[in-house]
């Protein structure tokens, strides 16, 4: 009845720590006060502080839809911050549903990096990325099939945006996906990336039978069994024995299944991605053949490659105060 107990406390707390901290913050306070079965009605701190916990919501929400007029309803403010509670929840492996009568979010979403995007909801042209992400999410639902693909546009098409739907949308239903770029810089932009030669220790220099220095018994080697999804960013700058690598590293540790070694990269599937048009792997002292033989079209895993195409800049759908900016986008794409 809350005679003994009314979370005050906890309340105050929260309304206090709004004074100084961030939205993420106050959102990481009230999961850490749920982990700890700290509050006996949590329901009831929720009804009181869901306007801090909320805060910087309808922020993201305008930077995804590239819209600074966007408006949000109290309703609809509630279910983004639920999403994004429950996120935080499930990185934790528990969720909302465990601490009833908390409110549920809805669960027909697409998930990423904190942030929710609903794809009914987006009032730009959103179908070429919509179409690769069904096909994508297709290729994973058959075991072991797997599949190579690449993700070819420049920049500005939304190459990004479909790394992180991906991760997240995959990483909501427990798979487990290894985003990789070939430079540190392009890794920062991706959620948990890190860049390919860190992540399957490909060696220094890399040659044409060299192979990644992973035994079979190690702890990468089981996380790259159970790993459902490869994304490998900027591929236009590594070298083709990078990937061949690799190849031949996934084929002997994907050995104890059926016909996997027969598979390129052990029948997982990887998704590629980058723009030829930007930088090639360096040749040091080399020609302007050695690089382009350098490249990964130039590899046997490029035959069984199938190339998905982002046409669209999606940096020119700005909102009309961003007229100019769109505008000198635009002349400089040209």
Excluded at 24 to 41: E, Q
Excluded at 67 to 73: A, E, F, H, N, V
Excluded at 122 to 130: A, F, I
Excluded at 139 to 146: A, D, H, M, N, V
Aim: charged share 25%; hydrophobic share 40%; aromatic share 10%.
């Amino acid at each position: 009845m809350g005679f003994l107990q009314d979370d005050r406390e906890f309340v105050e707390a929260i309304k206090e720590a709004h004074l100084w901290g961030s939205g993420p913050f106050l959102r990481k306070l009230f999961v850490t006060l749920l982990l700890s079965a700290s509050m006996n009605r949590p329901e009831h701190v929720w009804r009181k502080t869901w306007r801090y916990l909320s805060d910087g919501i309808l922020y993201d929400q305008r930077l995804l839809a590239r819209d600074q007029g966007l408006t949000m309803s109290d309703a609809e403010l509630k279910e983004r911050t639920l999403m994004v509670i429950e996120i935080l929840l499930q990185n934790n492996n528990r969720s909302l549903k465990d601490f009833k009568p908390m409110p549920i979010p809805k669960e027909d979403v697409v998930f990423f990096t904190g942030n929710i995007l609903l794809y009914d909801e987006c009032q730009y042209d959103v179908v070429e990325q919509q179409q690769i992400f069904e096909h994508l999410s297709a290729s994973l639902t058959e075991k072991q099939q797997g599949g190579v693909f690449f993700l070819y546009g420049y920049g500005g098409t939304g190459k990004t945006f479909m790394w992180k739907t991906l991760s997240a949308a995959l990483r909501s239903k427990k798979k487990i996906v290894l985003p990789v770029a070939s430079s540190g810089i392009a890794s920062l932009l991706l959620p948990g990336g890190r860049t390919a030669h860190s992540r399957f220790k490909i060696p220094v220099p890399t040659l044409e039978n060299s192979i990644c220095n992973i035994e079979k018994q190690d702890d990468l080697a089981e996380l790259l069994k159970m790993t459902d999804l490869v994304i490998w960013d900027e591929t236009p700058m590594a070298n083709k024995f990078c990937f061949e690598s690799l190849d031949k590293s996934l084929r002997d540790i994907m050995s104890g299944i059926p016909h996997a070694s027969r598979k390129v990269f052990g029948g997982k599937v990887v998704v590629f991605g980058g723009d030829f048009r930007q930088i090639l792997p360096v040749i040091p002292r080399g020609t302007r053949s050695d690089i382009i033989h350098a490249t990964i079209n130039a590899s046997y895993i490029w035959d069984h490659c199938k190339v998905l195409r982002l046409t669209k800049n999606m940096r020119l759908q700005t909102g009309d105060n961003a007229s100019s900016t769109a505008d000198d986008i635009r002349s400089f794409s040209e």
